[in-house]
């Protein structure tokens, strides 16, 4: 048994060759010499990729460490999200979705009854899509959810869905294989943006799923190979450098997020404040059960719309980007885009790994500003 540092920083390197790298370069090739029979294991540029095999056993390592699995790679999160719906459901089925999650969802919903395919939606909290499991395919959840950082019983939601003969998707995006793995909590697959926390540093898109099925695999992959869903061989390389700082990153953002919550629990002006590490929190409890980190995302309401801007207007040491999990703080207004259940004050602040007493500080002047301008 290895720490999640030594095994972030080793996961997925071939074994060593002399006088070769460690970590061998990005593969670029749309084929590969194929005498013979069409067999081995790279063939064409859409089926495999010896860049991608490092960086697909490198994910199963930290999301399935004890146990064998397969991971499949993906152009974006969404390809992801998109090939373990549509590979697994059919016209007539009954998918679950959170009605609370990320931003996309409702259009993978407009998708799926486009397909014939019924969806039901109830929120995160309280276990509320334990109600809708009846005749069921797969539930989907999404915990944290994002923006909304609610937290669900991922154990005890995946045993009524696998009763009920459904299959389970987790999100694990927000939390990383770093904070929970979803596959040791019963998920069937565990689905993540790579874009995000994973890779850190705000540069490649990429999504990837995870499941320990050899048969629910195979779909997957068939169906990436189908709709050419495939990362570039340098994002996979990028994305596989990245894990080498994982844990540094997820520690110190983690420990950043939670000295800001604390900060923020000060300030009259802030409401709605969720942070699932604070023990005020209404998650905590459940998230301290099935969490090991738990994140670097602070959701909170400021009085209104005017107020919420003038605020990321006066940050210094903060993007007003649209991702999370960067390594450089990130927040936004979420209500501009529509779609989310939030107020026009709704701040998701991304907190990354700058020295806390600067960021809790230049967010507080912020504040101050932001109130003295109205």
Known sequence: MTGDGTRSVRAGLPEPVAFE???P??????????????????TYG??????WTHLERAIVELESPDESAEAIVFASGMAAISAVLLS????????VLPDDGYQALPLVREQLEAYGIEVRTAPTAADAQLAHLDGVKLLWIETPSNPGLDVCDVRRL???AHDAGALVAVDNTLATPLGQRPLELGADFAVASGTKGLTGHGDLLLGYVVCRDPN????????????????????????????????????????????????LTKRAEVTGLRYPGLP???????ASAQMRRFGCVVSFDLPDRAFAE??????????????????????????????????????????GAEDAPDLIADVERALDEAGAAG
């Open 158 to 160: 995946a045993r009524a």
């Open 216 to 263: 629910l695999a195979a779909r997957v992959r068939k169906w990436r190979k189908v709709v050419g869903a495939i990362p570039g061989p340098m994002e996979a390389w990028l994305a596989h450098r990245s894990l080498a700082t994982l844990h540094l990153r997820a520690d110190r953002q983690a420990a950043n997020a939670l000295a800001l919550a604390e900060a």
């Open 21 to 23: 790298p460690t970590l």
């Open 46 to 51: 859409r089926d495999t990729n010896p860049t």
């Open 310 to 351: 003038r605020f990321l207007e006066a940050l210094s040491l903060v993007d007003d980007a649209t991702s999370f999990g960067s390594v450089r703080s990130t927040a936004e207004r979420r209500g501009r885009w529509g779609g989310d259940a939030v107020s026009e004050g709704f701040i998701r602040f991304s907190v």
């Open 280 to 286: 005020s929190d209404p998650s905590y409890r459940l």
């Open 25 to 42: 370069g990005p593969v670029f090739a749309a084929h590969f010499h194929l005498p013979g029979e069409a067999a081995g294991p790279y």
């Open 88 to 95: 697994q459901a059919r016209s007539g089925d009954t998918v």
